[in-house]
Structure formats: structure tokens, C-alpha cells
């Protein structure tokens, strides 16, 4: 069992940046592939970042590639996702995602296992 909390989320500025956290609990997180997804008003949650469970592998949504970076820290049980360069399109609840069983770098949310709860994160123009 992996129990994930997120935090960091607020008011951001367009063009300007901010960071979330994804803590968690349960021995097996260092062994799961994490991912972010964000949900805006009005509209199905989408896939956002992915990262393998040793932080060697990627994977971007193309709305935030050169943007956002993923990362994780397996001995503080952590992950993470820095916003740069946002845009009022990005305002959105960002959720944070595991799974112990894929063996890839998944954008489909039904193959994730673990949720947060969610942040809300909103870019003013």
C-alpha cells in the first residue's frame, strides 16, 4: 500500500513558476513508477509527467515538456514537479499518481493504483 499526499499548490503568476510535493508512505514507494495528473474546471484529468522508479526515465505530456520537470527522491520517500514558465491553462487540480506494477511509463490514469488527493494550482494572466 502507497499513501500519497500532495502539497504546494496556490496562486502563481503567468511566466512564473511553482513546486509541488508528493509525499509518501509505505516502504514500496521507491519501487513504483510516479506520475502527475491535473484536472481543470469542466474537463476529464489528464496526464501531465510520469517518472520511472529510479528517476533515469521521463515522460512529459507535450502541453508542459520544457516547462515542467518530474523528479523524485527515493530516500525521502518524495516526488515532486517544478513549474516553470506557467501559463493560466495550467491552472488545474494536480494529483500524483503510483503504481508497483507497470513496467513503463504509463499516461493512462486507470493504470495507476495510488492517488492523492490533490492540490489546486492556479496561474493568474
Known amino acids: 500500500q502507497i499513501q500519497l499526499v500532495e502539497s504546494g499548490g496556490g496562486l502563481g503568476q503567468a511566466g512564473g513558476s511553482l513546486r509541488l510535493s508528493c509525499a509518501a508512505s509505505g516502504r514500496s514507494f521507491s519501487s513504483a513508477t510516479m506520475a502527475w495528473f491535473r484536472q481543470a474546471p469542466g474537463k476529464e484529468r489528464e496526464f501531465v509527467a510520469a517518472?520511472?522508479?529510479?528517476?533515469?526515465?521521463?515522460y512529459y505530456a507535450k502541453s508542459v515538456k520544457g516547462r515542467f520537470t518530474i523528479s523524485r527522491d527515493n530516500a525521502k520517500n518524495a516526488g515532486y514537479l517544478q513549474m516553470n514558465s506557467l501559463k493560466p491553462e495550467d491552472t488545474a487540480v494536480y494529483y500524483c499518481?503510483?503504481?508497483?506494477?507497470?513496467?513503463?511509463?504509463?499516461?493512462?490514469?486507470?493504470?495507476?493504483?495510488?492517488w492523492g488527493q490533490g492540490t489546486q494550482v492556479t496561474v493568474s494572466s
Open positions: 517518472i520511472s522508479w529510479t528517476g533515469d526515465s521521463k
Open positions: 499518481a503510483a503504481d508497483l506494477a507497470l513496467g513503463y511509463l504509463s499516461s493512462t490514469e486507470s493504470e495507476y493504483d495510488y
